[in-house]
């Protein structure tokens, strides 16, 4: 071993590794972060898993024990067509977390770039970007879906992959402007430091200031509008495929299983009851989540 | 009333014969009478010989009729305009029939009750039938009602260019020219050929043939609403809701009892229960057990069932891959669980059916075939023989109704196993039927139809025969025409039961679409509503109906 | 004040119009041939060709959005392909009908939320803060068709105290058609309490630390007056200006209710015409509620610039 990494070994970490090892100390102290994270990670692994998990397959039909209340052997019930409300349950997440973390990851991409370029240009830049922005603002998220899923759905008949990417994309799109607003804010602030100025003198070009310079030292803001967002993405993604325009029958999703079964409701309560808790269930740790982080983050 | 014919009096001999040998039961019996039109008389000297006790079936002795009252009923709104020479939705069927009024209407047991024609009967052949028509009847517009009329709107019916449903039923039996006035209250249709089925095609089953004044012109029906029958429509709002005031000079004395019916249209099967299950409403038209599962259990509502055959066809076009093996057909057929889908759709509520139009409820049907029973190897070895030992592919197309969707998805599962990966694609009525040239139905390589009930499957055979109308299979089979032919043209009852049998056994080894079931209709009420029965084609009769 | 006023409105026609063009694209233009898309895969290029001459769809698009953008404005809406009705009178009854739901649920949700809002800033950091903050926190965030039908499974199947349906038997009295409307406005409040709530809280305890209000405290003025005449006053601004940017939310769960409820109101009118592709049904109620939306959060800014005076003049 040279000395040179002897002296590297022996030197303390820098100012990042040691803020980042604290803001993880800080969250894992967290009771809101941690039964967020809770919450969400179990649906991850049922999201996985849950076909290892159950007795029944989601999609196995029983038509001799229909709409059969809780018992021993179906602890959640069957459905009209005698499938495992619980399978159906557990595998219901999946859907849900694979539409909603997609869109979040977009909505931060388009957020974020749009507001990088429109809080480091400023001026004429700014407010015209910013104006087409609003104009997104100008119809209520879940409208606006309805309208573009159902523009697209004649393109995307048959196709339940291209009907997944529209409702991200939809979803993504719509939800770039609270995102860009405040990475424009993040970065208006940062722009006039030290190390941006410094960067500027020694000439480096714009585009590179703003990925390699500035959007490291505005990942707290992002990761907190990403998992802010996580949330509103669950809540949009379900409540679209309630509204049947997400995916299709017969998936075990969540939104669909509740707008399908709320016929029987009157005689058969636990085939929409508990997909609906569940739902609930990690929309609030969604948001459990993101408040833990949102509260660490900006200390 | 006239006699009966020489004719219908030697049939009457034949078909004592049938019941003497065991070939025929009581209830068939009465069936076939009443088709070839013989009279009370008749049928009761009928019964007695067959060695029946009873005066044969009367209805169940009711509490006396209350006179009055609006009856508030829910249903599923017409889809277009009302035009009964070309209707075939539900929601306009029932509307038309509360106006105008059938030469006659098939009862519950299949057989027929003569309405605007009083006897009828069949010369030799069977090839000229003969109807004496009602005296005393008249439109509700006053205009006196005759054999003119009857002659106007079949010619209307007949003609190509109306494309009414009714020319199915009458392809290669009746053609224009063929109904003939003989005098004021007497009308002869002059058949293509013999055929012994007859008075149900011109009966309420083929469900175009209202019969409308000879001055009527089409497309104005929904504006200016003709007919002889109980009920005269006041008030039509589309999609919302229809007004019925009681006709005071119909020819029925003392009838209808109500006074009025008032509709609301609704196309959730949910919000129609829960409208009646609240009391808004005191009837629903049709109570599909999906969607209604809590009415059979509320101590206010009552639901009435009528067995039916009703039933659901899922074809398959036998001229495109990957269907144009039979075998491939056969494989779907065989991963099927009948008896499964029947619990999981109707809970027990419907009959199985094996793949062919001769229904059991008929009398002429084979009962002995045996039924298809679900064997999955069996489908795999289909596949595997027809050159597909990875199994296949299709997308389905399901229509949007009632049932249908929940039997495709089970059907999907239970094919899956075999081999069979089916794709559903789901499409609503109105696209599904389309209208004028461009019909779906008739054009997707696999789909899944709802037909309604017929008194005869003779109606059916439009669905299977060469260039048939409603041929959406393109199935074809000289053996399986000619089999048709001799079944529809011969009179004689044992070898009308041959050609029934020959048919439904081609059909079922083709398999160009497949039955599993057919469905029991019920029709759900308040506890007063009385005088109302459930009917296995949805119709509505309100004649007799009446609040207690 | 009309300065703003005036500025708002004119930064909301251009707004209109460009929404109103991407709404033309959307509806007419991307799905393709309109004849194809009615007609079905089955259908021969004649009759496609026919029905698309029909909708005029073989004119240049400029023209179509033209004709299109007239005819609406002169309130010429055309007959819903579903319903067969002229469109104008179906939307502004299912427009009434939906004002109806939302404003039982604004009524009795914006005074509650406020009240809760400001006793958990008047006990800031005491038990009674944390339930009210998390409840109303938690309540929010979750879709209002899923606490639509947990109510549904509680309330009106199991202990049977509420309809099932939303809408009552005809000729209700004023009454029974709340007892009706009452499920389904809950949902809608939940989602609204969270919002009201927090901003009530904050705007609350903003006043309550200012100058003014401690003076006022310490020369011994009575609490009650102090927090009702001036802190309220303060604590609604902000209180306002969430339920403005909150209409969004509010016109999505009205979609989401009516739909679940199966409530005749706009929402579900404008889910219905996606669904089933009434192109004339569709283009109207989405320009309707983004005119309305647009309007109402000009109306919400209006107001807080009232009750706020340094927002008047401009900062």
Same mark, same amino acid.
């Given at each position: ?79 009209? %067509? ?42 004429? @830049? ?12 100008? #119809? ?23 009907? !997944? +990417? ?18 424009? *804010? ?5 722009? &006039? ?42 809540? @949009? ?63 | ?40 008389? !008749? ?41 009964? =020479? ?7 069927? /029932? ?30 052949? /069977? ?34 260019? =109306? ?60 504006? %200016? ?114 008896? +499964? ?61 009632? &049932?249908?969707?929940?039997? *495709? ?72 025409? *000619? ?26 080894? !083709? ?38 | ?26 509806? &007419? ?151 009706? #409307? ?11 309490? $969270? ?20 003076? *006022?405290? #310490? ?45 005749? $109101? ?18 109207? @109620? ?12 000009? !109306? ?16």
């Amino acid at each position: 071993m040279t000395f040179d990494e002897l002296a590297a070994q022996a030197a303390p970490p820098s100012e990042r590794v040691l803020r980042r090892r604290y803001v993880v100390r800080r969250l894992l102290r967290s009771p809101t972060f941690l039964v967020g994270a809770g919450i969400v990670l179990f649906w991850i692994f049922m999201a996985l898993f849950s076909t290892h998990v159950t007795r029944f397959g989601p999609l196995d039909i029983d038509p001799y024990h229909t709409l059969k209340a809780l018992s021993r052997l179906h602890w959640f019930g069957t459905d009209e %067509n005698g499938r495992d409300v619980l399978a159906r349950t557990l595998a219901g997440a999946r859907s849900v977390l694979v539409v909603a973390p997609l869109a979040a990851v977009f909505c931060l991409f388009f957020g974020g770039t749009i507001g990088l370029i429109s809080g480091y240009y400023k001026g004429y @830049t700014d407010e015209i970007i910013m104006r087409f922005v609003d104009v997104l603002l100008s #119809l209520p998220v879940i409208v606006a879906a309805i309208v573009v899923v159902s523009a697209f759905s004649s393109h995307t008949q048959g196709s339940p992959g291209a009907q !997944a +990417a529209v409702v991200i994309l939809v979803i993504g799109i719509l939800f770039t402007p609270p995102v860009a607003r405040t990475i424009r *804010a993040a970065v208006v602030s940062e722009r &006039e430091k030290e190390y941006v100025q410094a960067a500027r003198l020694r000439g480096e070009r714009a585009p590179f200031i703003m990925v390699a310079e500035i959007l490291p030292n505005i990942l707290a803001p992002i990761i907190v509008e990403g998992t802010v967002r996580l949330g509103y993405a669950v809540f @949009t993604a379900a409540t679209l495929s309630f509204l049947g325009f997400g995916v299709q029958a017969p998936s075990p999703d969540w939104g669909l299983t509740i707008s399908l079964d709320r016929t029987v409701i009157q005689v058969a309560w636990w085939t929409v009851l508990f997909p609906a808790l569940a739902l609930a269930s990690l929309v609030v740790g969604a948001n459990l989540l993101a408040d833990g982080v949102r509260k660490v983050l900006s200390e | 009333m006239t006699e009966d014919t020489p004719f219908q009096q030697e049939y009457a001999d034949h078909l004592r014969h049938e019941v003497l040998n065991g070939h025929m039961t009581r209830r068939q019996l009465l069936v076939r009478a009443s088709v070839i039109g013989l009279s009370t008389t !008749a049928v009761a000297r009928l019964l007695a010989a067959c060695g029946s006790k009873s005066a044969g079936t009367t209805a169940p002795g009711t509490t006396q009729p209350k006179m009055g009252g609006t009856l508030r009923a829910t249903m599923v709104s017409p889809t277009v305009a009302i035009e009964p =020479t070309t209707m075939y939705d539900t929601g306009s069927i /029932a509307i038309a029939q509360q106006v105008a009024e059938y030469l006659a209407w098939v009862n519950n047991d299949l057989t027929l009750r003569p309405v605007l024609a009083e006897k009828w009967s069949p010369d030799a052949a /069977a090839q000229v039938w003969t109807f004496n028509l009602r005296k005393g009847v008249a439109f509700q517009d006053g205009k006196p009602f005759g054999a003119d009329d009857v002659v106007a709107t079949m010619n209307i019916l007949l003609d190509p260019k =109306t494309v009414s449903a009714a020319i199915a039923s009458f392809q290669g039996i009746l053609s224009p020219g063929g109904v003939v006035k003989v005098d004021d209250a007497t009308v002869a249709f002059h058949l293509d050929q013999p055929n012994a089925d007859f008075p149900y095609l011109v009966a309420s089953t083929n469900y175009d043939c209202l019969i409308l004044p000879s001055t009527y012109k089409l497309g104005t029906w929904q504006k %200016n609403p003709v007919g002889t029958g109980p009920f005269m429509m006041t008030a039509y709002t589309p999609k919302q809701s229809a007004t019925f005031k009681k006709n005071p000079k119909y020819w029925q004395s003392g009838m209808p009892y109500l006074d009025g019916i008032q509709v609301t249209f609704n196309e959730q099967t949910q919000a129609q229960g829960l409208a009646l299950q609240a009391g808004s409403v005191d009837m629903m038209l049709y109570t599909p057990v999906q969607g209604s599962q809590a009415l059979f259990t509320d101590p206010n509502v009552k639901v009435m069932t009528a067995p039916s055959t009703m039933h659901r066809e899922l074809h398959m076009r036998v001229d495109t891959a990957p269907f144009t093996d039979k075998r491939v057909r056969q494989a779907l057929a065989y991963s099927i669980d009948r008896p +499964a889908l029947i619990q999981a759709l109707f809970n027990g509520k419907a009959e199985i059916a094996d793949d062919n139009v001769f229904f059991k409820q008929y009398p002429l049907a084979p009962q002995d075939l045996p039924d298809r029973a679900q064997d999955i190897t069996k489908a795999k070895a289909l596949l595997t023989a027809a050159g597909m030992p990875n199994g296949v592919s299709a997308t389905l197309f399901v229509e949007e109704y009632e &049932e249908i969707a929940q039997y *495709a998805t089970l059907l999907q599962a239970m094919a899956k196993p075999a081999g069979i990966n089916l794709k559903l694609n789901q499409v609503t009525l109105t696209y599904w039927y389309g209208s004028g040239k461009n019909q779906p139905w008739l054009q997707a390589p696999m789909g899944i139809t709802d037909w309604t009930f017929r008194g005869v499957p003779d109606q059916y055979f439009a669905a299977f025969v060469t260039n048939g109308i409603w041929n959406s299979s393109k199935f074809s089979d000289p053996a399986f025409d *000619a089999a048709v032919k001799g079944y529809l043209t011969t009179v004689d009852e044992t070898k009308r039961r041959e050609y029934a049998k020959t048919g439904a056994t081609i059909l079922m080894d !083709a398999t160009p679409a497949i039955i599993p079931y057919t469905i029991s209709v019920n029709r759900a009420m308040r506890q007063n509503v009385q005088g109302v029965t459930s009917d296995p084609a949805e119709f509505l009769d309100l004649t007799t109906a009446y609040l207690a | 004040m009309l300065r703003l006023i005036v500025r708002r409105l004119l930064f909301i026609v251009p707004t209109l119009l460009l929404v109103s063009i991407v709404i033309f694209l959307l509806v &007419e233009v991307v799905p393709g041939d309109p004849g194809r898309v009615k007609l079905g895969p089955y259908a021969s290029a004649e009759q496609v060709a026919q029905v698309d001459h029909q909708l005029g769809f073989d004119r240049p698009l400029a023209q179509r959005y033209v004709r299109w953008l007239g005819s609406f404005l002169t309130l010429h809406w055309g007959d819903s392909w579903n319903l067969g009705v002229p469109v104008f009178s179906l939307t502004m009854q299912r427009l009434w009908s939906s004002a109806q739901l939302a404003a039982l649920a604004l009524v009795i949700i914006i005074p509650l939320s406020i009240l809760l809002g400001v006793v958990a800033a008047l006990r800031r950091d005491g038990i009674a803060d944390r339930i009210i903050t998390v409840t109303s926190l938690s309540l929010t965030v979750i879709p209002e068709f899923v606490s639509g039908v947990v109510l549904i499974v509680l309330f009106a199947v199991t202990i049977k105290i509420f309809p099932v349906s939303a809408v009552a038997p005809a000729g209700s009295g004023p009454f029974t058609r709340i007892y009706h #409307l009452i499920l389904p406005a809950i949902p809608l409040m939940f989602v609204e309490l $969270g919002y009201i709530a927090r901003m009530a809280r904050a705007g609350m305890i903003e006043a309550l630390d200012t100058a003014y209000v401690r003076t *006022a405290t #310490l020369k011994g003025l009575p609490r009650r007056r102090i927090v009702v005449t001036h802190a309220l006053r303060n604590a609604l601004a902000p209180t306002v200006a969430v339920i403005g940017t909150q209409i969004g939310w509010l016109v999505g769960g009205l979609v989401v209710v009516e739909t679940l409820f199966n409530y005749p $109101g706009i929402g579900k009118l404008m889910a219905d015409s996606a669904t089933l592709k009434d192109v004339p049904v569709l283009e109207a @109620t989405v320009l309707v509620v983004a005119a309305i939306y647009m309007l109402s959060n000009l !109306a919400a800014d209006v107001i807080v610039a009232l009750l706020n005076p340094r927002v008047r003049f401009g900062r």
